[in-house]
């Protein structure tokens, strides 16, 4: 079993930066794919980036491209997004996630095996 639970978010203007972090637990957690998903209002929930469990392979949703970047440290069991350049279309609550399968391209809402509570965004214009 894996437990994420998020942290981080807040309330900031347009153009401002935010980081958030997703602290793991569990076991053989660092060897997971991990990544972070957002839902707007009345909105689906959206992939926004993925990590290897190396760290050495990432991704990214094109809407954040440039703007976001994904990180994690094993050490601590963290996976970190640092968020530049926020628009107000960014307001979303932002859920971390966890998967035993590395494979990006199968990273995604139905097959992320674990999910932290999400943390709120707001991006005033």
């Known amino acids: 079993q894996v437990q994420l639970v998020e942290s981080g978010g807040g309330l900031v203007q347009a153009g401002g930066s935010l980081r958030l972090s997703c602290v793991a637990s569990g076991r053989a957690v660092s060897s997971y794919a991990m990544g972070w998903f957002r839902q707007a209002p009345g909105k689906e929930r959206e992939f926004v980036a993925f990590?290897?469990?190396?760290?050495?392979?990432?991704n990214y949703a094109d809407s954040v491209k440039g703007r976001f970047s994904i990180s994690r440290d094993n050490g601590k069991n963290t996976m970190y997004l640092q968020m530049n350049s926020l628009k107000p279309e960014d307001t979303a609550v932002y859920f971390c996630?966890?998967?035993?399968?590395?494979?990006?391209?199968?990273?995604?809402?139905?097959?992320?095996?674990?999910w932290g509570q999400g943390t709120q965004v707001t991006v005033s214009s």
């Open positions: 990590i290897n469990w190396i760290g050495g392979g990432t």
């Open positions: 996630a966890a998967s035993p399968n590395n494979n990006p391209r199968v990273f995604s809402t139905r097959n992320a095996n674990y």
